[in-house]
C-alpha cells in the first residue's frame, strides 16, 4: 500500500495511491506559544494501521519544533496525549 503524507495550513493529511484523501489532523496555533490539536481523521477503511498515531506524532514534532505548548481538543489527541504524559 502506497500513502501520501501531505501539508496544507495548520493540517496534515494522507492520501492513498489513488490520491483519495483517507486521513487528516488539523491544529490551530494560538498566538506565539500554544496550539490545539482540534481534529483527527481516518476512513474506517484504514484505520487500525496506526496512521492517526503517525499524523499525531508530526504534529506534536512540528510543534514542539515551534516551542509551543499542545492543547488537545480532540478525543483522539487527548486521549494519546494524556497517556503518553502518565
Known amino acids: 500500500m502506497s ?7 495548520d493540517r496534515f493529511y494522507v ?3 489513488n ?10 496555533r494560538l498566538g506565539k ?3 490545539t490539536i482540534d481534529h483527527t481523521y481516518v476512513d474506517p477503511a484504514y484505520r ?3 496512521i492517526a498515531d503517525n499524523l499525531l506524532d ?3 514534532r512540528r510543534l514542539q519544533q ?4 499542545i492543547i488537545p481538543i ?6 494519546k496525549l494524556t497517556r503518553k504524559s502518565d
Do not use: M, P, W, Y
Not at 19 to 28: D, Y
Open 58 to 60: 508530526i504534529v506534536v
Open 19 to 28: 490520491n483519495k484523501e483517507i486521513g487528516e489532523i488539523t491544529f490551530t
Open 74 to 79: 480532540c478525543s483522539f489527541a487527548i486521549k
Open 15 to 17: 492520501c492513498d495511491a
Open 66 to 69: 515551534e516551542n509551543r505548548d
Open 48 to 50: 487500525g494501521q496506526g
Open 3 to 9: 500513502l501520501h503524507l501531505l501539508e496544507a495550513n
Open 33 to 35: 506559544d500554544k496550539a
